[in-house]
């Protein structure tokens, strides 16, 4: 929409009859009016000392200001951070796990073996407790090493490792927790074999990817549905990795960006060139044929 010059980006909001939250009245002072901005921001005049503080206060990471002290000179495009509805408690310091951000993390995804085919021959309630025992089985192996286990994905797992939120990890760290988790995902699998030997014509194959890099991390769905994920090309290329042990022939491929992230040695175990679609070159990985067979590794 089109403004009057010296307008601020509040003022904008109101003119055009979009809610926005203010609940100091405009004054610069309870921050639930900031917003992100998507486009223009390098035309924008700096803040004032006065808004400098509050965003300093709020920890706002680049591109947030205060839709009431912003008086854009040129094109702008903008997003509220917090809804129309917001209080004075909502004007807490940015978090980054809820407003979202890019940073270096490393992703673990791990999926079932022959599950669906197995499943054919089950009863659904067969299917479903051998399901929530293994759901419960790596769960607790994952955030036993720290991770967070971002979804379950029919029979597939996410999880993330080294989220920056309060306590600073980093991606060295992450990458450390990964490695456990894969080696306890590993034997607990071996463990739950056993118990359900009786129930299961063939034991529970996993095949698991890890892999690290940047990806932007944040609240993220709708309703209900809304949860903390990351999405970006390390993602990805960690679900790829977990899709290729099909190909290779082992339950676990590690990038060798984890192992130089995390100061891993693994030249226990032999290191290959893999393709991965949609990525240019090859990927060095290491192949680990059974998880369990990982060393332990001290966390930073």
């Not at 035309?43 to 206060?57: A, T």
């Not at 920890?59 to 917090?82: F, I, K, S």
């Amino acid at each position: 929409m089109k403004a009057v010059r010296g307008a601020s980006v509040l003022d904008i909001s109101r003119m055009g009859g979009v809610p926005h939250a203010s609940v100091c009245g405009g004054r610069g002072r309870c921050s639930t009016c900031r917003v992100h901005v998507d486009a223009g921001w390098e035309m924008l005049p700096p803040p004032r000392d006065g808004e400098q503080r509050v965003l300093q206060r709020i920890r706002a990471p680049g591109r947030v200001r205060l839709a009431c002290q912003l008086c854009p000179t040129g094109d702008v495009a903008v997003t509220p951070l917090l809804p129309a509805d917001a209080r004075a408690r909502d004007a807490l310091p940015y978090d980054p796990m809820k407003f979202g951000a890019e940073q270096e993390i490393v992703i673990l995804f791990a999926d079932l073996r022959g599950f669906t085919q197995m499943s054919e021959t089950k009863l659904p309630f067969d299917v479903v407790h051998i399901l929530n025992q293994y759901f419960s089985e790596m769960g607790e192996a994952i955030e036993s090493a720290g991770g967070y286990l971002d979804k379950f994905i029919g029979d597939g797992i996410m999880a993330l490792f080294g989220l920056q939120s309060g306590e600073q990890q980093g991606v060295e760290a992450g990458a450390r927790q990964a490695v456990t988790a894969a080696r306890a995902m590993g034997e607990r699998l071996q463990a739950l074999n056993r118990r359900l030997a009786q129930d299961l014509a063939t034991p529970l194959r996993l095949g698991l990817g890890i892999h690290a890099g940047p990806a932007i991390v944040g609240e993220m769905g709708y309703g209900r549905a809304t949860s903390i994920t990351a999405i970006g090309d390390a993602v990805n290329v960690a679900s790829r990795l977990e899709s290729a042990t099909k190909d290779v022939g082992c339950e676990l491929l590690i990038s060798t960006d984890v192992a130089q992230r995390g100061k891993l040695d693994l030249s226990a175990f032999a290191q290959q060139q893999i393709s991965i679609r949609g990525r240019e070159g090859g990927l060095g990985v290491y192949v680990v044929r059974h998880a369990a067979d990982l060393p332990s590794f001290p966390q930073t």
